[in-house]
């Protein structure tokens, strides 16, 4: 008989005489009730046994993480918080779970506790709904660019070009590690290597991207990045999802359109296709909110939050004008920020960009024109600025609770500008051949922005670690499972 997910019984219209559920027991009380989750919804479905008929051997089995299979009549509940309930006729045992052993008991866990566990912690509610939403949230990513005619590009993991200029990257090697080949110099030989060049792992998708945005008009890329930083904060990954949309005749404010656009979008959907695990995570923030200082506790809870991004319109506020604001701000002038702002090029900090959104503007706020040298090389001259002070055409959506969420540019289509540029900070033109060649061959304005994947499961989901939103976390010491 074909089982029926716990989803589809609980949504129900009407009883129904025989059903198969299979899942596994999250608890079993007075030998009768069992709770059973198949994962399809963040509600379990209660089993009751006959246990007056059920061998004591096949009851003394039922425990917490066990895999069960039960047939029975889908009737209307007699107790409360569930519409349904299954009397079982049949039951089985799947595969056995040791109570003594199995980490996952019905009781609160840390948070630490679980990732040392994060190959069952997904059995918990919490990251059952946690991943539920990932997916969801991931689709609304391909729903919204496709709905919009993007092409879909898969766009290498292993390149030659570092797209940040930060040199924080895992090497790509098929050399030996004794007796490694190297030059007369005395340095490796790297071409004895598996390419025949230096390679590494991708910190981006976007150079390549670029290159099929001049000929199609508009992609997204969506796939792993890897940095190899050497930092342990709650908001850093060794490897992590981009979406990296790049659009042809684009300029800085259809950009900024573009990504204000799909956030609101895609909160939207999972909002309307998760509204239980979203209010079962609203819940669970409220909960753990509880324990912290007043000071440091979120001003919206999280339904309210993810309202209100969609409710309003991100305020545009210019990279000088900010610093301005930040300068004359009582936190500021009371030193209470950790990095005091005293100067115009300084490079904004989470503290800083949390409060302009959430204690001065107290809406989303989109920051453009940067000073030229805290950001990419590839990204767009303004034109007509003061020696000293260059800007450029760089865009950075800042969320409440978590700072930047987006960042992204008008590139630069100007050849001798890109060059010029590239020769400054000593960007080698050989490696970037191919890119320099969209400049050289029908150039035209575009532009495009990177959103971390995981930033925005942990704003959708209320988490405050970015380590909760991946299913298997890569960090500094770590890559266990």
Not at 104 to 118: D, G, I, V, W, Y
Not at 332 to 357: C, M, P, T
Request: glycine share 6%; charged share 25%; aromatic share 10%.
């Amino acid at each position: 008989m074909k089982h029926t997910k716990v989803k589809d019984l609980l949504n129900s219209t009407t009883i129904l005489q025989e059903v198969n559920a299979k899942g596994w027991v999250r608890t079993f009380r007075n030998n009768q009730f069992i709770a059973l989750n198949d994962g399809s919804t963040i509600n379990n479905i209660q089993c009751v046994v006959d246990f007056e008929n059920t061998p004591d051997e096949t009851l003394k089995r039922i425990t917490t993480g066990a895999a069960v299979s039960v047939i029975g009549s889908l009737v209307e509940s007699q107790g409360a918080g569930q519409k349904y309930e299954i009397q079982v006729k049949q039951l089985e045992i799947l595969g056995d779970s040791d109570a003594e052993k199995f980490p996952m008991q019905p009781k609160k866990h840390s948070l630490e506790f679980l990732r040392e566990n994060a190959h069952l912690r997904v059995r918990t509610n919490a990251f059952g709904a946690i991943m539920r939403v990932r997916s969801v949230l991931a689709h609304a990513v391909h729903t919204y660019f496709q709905e919009k005619g993007f092409v879909y590009v898969n766009t290498p993991i292993i390149t030659g070009s570092d797209a940040e200029g930060a040199g924080e990257m895992f090497k790509v090697t098929a050399l030996p590690f004794d007796n490694t080949p190297r030059t007369e110099e005395g340095k490796v030989d790297y071409k004895k290597d598996f390419f025949g060049k230096e390679t590494n792992l991708t910190v981006s998708g976007q150079l390549e991207g670029e290159t099929f945005a001049m000929a199609l008009g508009q992609i997204y890329t969506f796939g792993p990045t890897f940095r190899a930083e050497n930092s342990n904060t709650s908001r850093h990954l060794a490897e992590f999802w981009m979406i990296e949309p790049e659009v042809a005749f684009n300029d800085l404010e259809d950009n900024m359109d573009l990504a204000e656009d799909f956030i609101q979008f895609v909160i939207k959907y999972v909002m309307d296709k998760c509204p239980e695990d979203l209010k079962f995570l609203e819940g669970r923030l409220l909960e753990e909110e509880k324990s912290k200082p007043q000071a440091e506790r979120s001003e919206m809870a999280l339904l309210e939050k993810l309202n209100f991004v969609l409710e309003n319109n991100f305020k545009r506020v210019s990279y000088t004008e900010a610093i301005d604001i930040l300068r004359n701000s009582t936190p500021n002038k009371k030193k209470k920020f950790q990095y005091i702002i005293n100067e115009w090029g300084a490079d904004l900090q989470s503290e800083h960009e949390r409060y302009l959104v959430e204690k001065h503007f107290k809406c989303p706020v989109i920051l453009f024109d940067y000073p030229a040298n805290i950001k990419a090389f590839y990204m767009r001259l303004n034109d007509n600025t003061e020696p000293g002070k260059e800007t450029v055409r760089a865009m950075d959506i800042l969320f409440p609770g978590i700072g930047e969420i987006v960042g992204g540019s008008q590139r630069e289509e100007r050849y001798d500008v890109l060059v010029e540029k590239m020769k400054t900070l000593g960007i080698d033109e050989e490696e970037l051949w191919w890119y320099l060649d969209t400049r050289r061959f029908g150039s035209a304005v575009h532009s495009g922005f990177g959103l971390g994947f995981e930033r925005l499961v942990l704003f959708v989901t209320g988490m405050t670690n970015i380590r909760d939103v991946i299913p298997f976390p890569r960090t500094p010491m770590n890559a266990e499972f």
